[in-house]
């Protein structure tokens, strides 16, 4: 659901190519509750100029919620942040040296006076990022909330009683 459906709500960036098998776990959340999004690319690093643009216009654009995942250094989250007044939400990826934990300490220790909302490391992250830009977008959208509601209530029915 990109640019040739219904105007995208959520922006999903990210820092590398490399991060997507994580982050498709957000836009296949996003897909399963019929939330109109769009997946890019968009290193804080390799690409200032692309994320300078990117933050700054996304808004303008109709976007309402930004989920960014990166890994290592992971200061995508925090700059998109500091340029937008856009919720964002900020997804951990895990790092080969470090496990994640360089990526989490990164994207969570924001100073206070802008806020990224730090998930778990990893596909959990990614798939709660999905459902929370999902929430948010959910408080004034009420056909949303019934499809969340519905997507809940269809996780809890999937959860056996047996251990085995
Ligand atoms: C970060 O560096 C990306 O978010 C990625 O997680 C990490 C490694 O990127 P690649 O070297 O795989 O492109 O910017």
Redesign the pocket.
Known sequence: MTEEGPAPLVGII??????WETMRHAAETLEKLGVPHETKVV????TPGRLHDYAHGARDRGLRVIIA????A?H?PGMAAAMTPLPVLGVP?E?HALKGMD?LLSIVQMPGGVPVGTLAIGKAGAINAGLLAAAILALSDPDLARRLDAWRAAQTEGVPEEPA
Do not use: I, W
């Open positions: 990210m820092g590398s190519r490399s991060d290193s804080a690093h390799r995942g990166a890994g290592g992971a995508l990826v790092s990526s």
